[in-house]
């Protein structure tokens, strides 16, 4: 048998695409430089959108060399991209040797919202969600999570001039594409701090935004290092169903996630005037969570704990066991929210021309993972190995 290894290409140099402020400045410090060119190399990559030291005028031609020579700007490499006649833009980008991930652009009005993956797959498996039906690989590092930002805004960028005062395209990000944010905090938080930061890309902390099934430990963690706005994956008004829907709920239950959800706003409390709140997710699955009956104990549930709902109607996958609830189910729910003085949006299903629901493309581009496959087959009582829709 053959059994020869291809080496993989790994590059020893720094990839300064995934430093903040702060590990950039330890970095020029290290070699010899002084700290304020971190800010201005920072400029070039986040807000120029460019890869290459040649083009960074306001650097010496020396250091430009010196750069070129130890260091590198790479992000993922895009291996599929769609733009669709809404504005919805979306990538799957490879990281790695076989591992691939997904961002997606959603435009409203004036607002263009990039949803982030922090992970390749996730190992929580939630009952409704593809990217749980793929198994867990890899946590992204903090290059490929800040990369999904910085390739999509400089795809706004493409066969213009460079010019040094870029107005930078995406306003929000919402770090709810493959992926478990906070039980990948290391990598994360790092990133989430260069969407802050004002040599990067600058958005308000209001604009930035994590959401979690409730890892209940590293949500108190958050509050210690970053605020940024929160959103909690809820999905059921009750334990039983939620440990059914959101399997961490059996570790984490309700009344420990929702006194996390307290203390979390309640370290930023004097701030906004207490109005701050947390964004409770929902997503909509016809005849399972969806009823009058579940609205009124939500209703009840929240009441403690300063909240505002988001319906996300449910997204169909192949195979996927459940339906999205009906369109005046949906209104109904919300209705009983609204009446109970909460702010509930339902979440309108953009992009639908190329299928961008996040977490989701990756598993209809591909799909190998061995739960995937031992799932697929429970679905079809048959040995049939799971073949993507694409
Ligand atoms: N792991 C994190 C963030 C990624 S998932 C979390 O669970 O919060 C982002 C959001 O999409 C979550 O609210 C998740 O529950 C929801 N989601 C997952 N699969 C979905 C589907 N098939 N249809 C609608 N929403 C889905
Ligand atoms: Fe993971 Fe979130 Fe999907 Fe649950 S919903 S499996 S936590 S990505």
Same mark, same amino acid.
């Given at each position: 048998?053959?059994?020869?290894?291809? !080496?993989?290409?790994?590059?020893s140099k720094a990839n300064?695409?995934?430093?903040?402020?702060?590990?950039?400045?330890?970095?020029?410090?290290?070699?010899?430089?002084?700290?304020?060119?971190?800010?201005?190399?920072?400029?070039?990559?986040?807000?120029?959108?460019?890869?290459?030291?040649?083009?960074?005028?306001?650097?010496?031609k020396a250091l430009r060399?010196?750069?070129?020579?130890?260091?590198?700007?790479?992000?993922?490499?895009?291996?599929?991209?769609? /733009?669709?006649?809404?504005?919805?833009?979306?990538?799957?980008?490879?990281?790695?040797?076989?591992?691939?991930?997904?961002?997606?652009?959603?435009?409203?009005?004036?607002?263009?919202?990039?949803?982030?993956?922090?992970?390749?797959?996730? #190992?929580?498996?939630?009952?409704?969600?593809?990217?749980?039906?793929?198994?867990?690989?890899?946590?992204?590092?903090?290059?490929?999570?800040?990369?999904?930002?910085?390739?999509?805004?400089?795809?706004?960028?493409?066969?213009?001039?460079?010019?040094?005062?870029?107005?930078?395209?995406?306003?929000?990000?919402?770090?709810?594409?493959?992926?478990?944010?906070?039980?990948?905090?290391?990598?994360?938080?790092?990133?989430?701090?260069?969407?802050?930061?004002? *040599?990067?890309?600058?958005?308000? $902390?209001?604009?930035?935004?994590?959401?979690?099934?409730?890892?209940?430990?590293?949500?108190?963690?958050?509050?210690?290092?970053?605020?940024?706005?929160?959103?909690?994956?809820?999905?059921? !008004?009750?334990?039983?169903?939620?440990?059914?829907?959101?399997?961490?709920?059996?570790?984490?239950?309700?009344?420990?996630?929702?006194?996390? *959800?307290?203390?979390?706003?309640?370290?930023?409390?004097?701030?906004?005037?207490?109005?701050? $709140?947390?964004?409770?997710? /929902?997503?909509?699955?016809?005849?399972?969570?969806?009823?009058?009956?579940?609205?009124?104990?939500?209703?009840?549930?929240?009441?403690?704990?300063?909240?505002?709902?988001?319906?996300?109607?449910?997204?169909?996958?192949?195979?996927? !066991?459940?339906?999205?609830?009906?369109?005046?189910?949906?209104?109904?729910?919300? $209705?009983?929210?609204?009446?109970?003085?909460?702010?509930?949006?339902?979440? #309108?299903?953009?992009?639908?021309?190329?299928?961008?629901?996040?977490?989701?493309?990756?598993?209809?581009?591909?799909?190998?993972?061995?739960?995937?496959?031992?799932?697929?087959?429970?679905?079809?009582?048959?040995?049939?190995?799971?073949?993507?829709?694409?």
């Amino acid at each position: 048998m053959n059994t020869e290894v291809t !080496p993989s290409i790994s590059s020893s140099k720094a990839n300064l695409l995934g430093m903040t402020r702060e590990q950039m400045e330890d970095f020029f410090l290290g070699i010899g430089e002084k700290k304020f060119r971190a800010q201005q190399v920072l400029k070039w990559i986040h807000q120029i959108g460019v890869d290459d030291f040649g083009q960074m005028t306001n650097v010496s031609k020396a250091l430009r060399q010196k750069l070129a020579a130890i260091a590198e700007i790479r992000g993922p490499e895009v291996v599929h991209r769609e /733009y669709s006649a809404d504005g919805t833009r979306k990538w799957v980008m490879k990281v790695g040797n076989n591992s691939m991930i997904e961002a997606v652009l959603i435009p409203d009005g004036d607002r263009k919202t990039l949803c982030v993956s922090s992970q390749v797959g996730c #190992s929580l498996d939630c009952s409704f969600c593809s990217t749980g039906k793929q198994g867990f690989q890899r946590d992204l590092t903090t290059a490929e999570i800040i990369g999904q930002v910085w390739i999509a805004n400089r795809s706004y960028f493409e066969g213009e001039p460079i010019r040094e005062n870029r107005e930078r395209a995406i306003t929000n990000v919402v770090m709810m594409g493959m992926g478990e944010p906070l039980l990948n905090f290391d990598n994360v938080v790092p990133a989430m701090r260069l969407m802050l930061e004002d *040599c990067a890309y600058g958005l308000s $902390k209001r604009r930035v935004t994590l959401s979690t099934s409730g890892v209940v430990p590293m949500l108190d963690r958050l509050g210690e290092e970053i605020d940024v706005a929160l959103a909690v994956s809820l999905h059921a !008004p009750n334990d039983a169903l939620r440990d059914e829907l959101v399997p961490i709920n059996r570790k984490y239950p309700l009344s420990e996630l929702l006194a996390a *959800c307290r203390r979390y706003l309640g370290r930023f409390q004097s701030e906004e005037g207490g109005r701050r $709140k947390i964004t409770m997710e /929902y997503v909509m699955l016809a005849g399972v969570n969806d009823t009058p009956v579940h609205a009124r104990e939500l209703v009840k549930l929240l009441k403690d704990t300063p909240s505002k709902l988001n319906l996300i109607p449910f997204n169909p996958f192949p195979h996927a !066991p459940y339906a999205r609830s009906r369109r005046e189910d949906i209104l109904a729910f919300q $209705k009983i929210l609204a009446d109970a003085g909460y702010i509930c949006t339902i979440r #309108s299903t953009r992009g639908d021309d190329i299928d961008a629901a996040c977490g989701q493309l990756v598993g209809q581009v591909q799909d190998r993972t061995r739960r995937a496959e031992r799932w697929q087959s429970r679905q079809d009582g048959s040995r049939e190995i799971f073949r993507s829709a694409t």
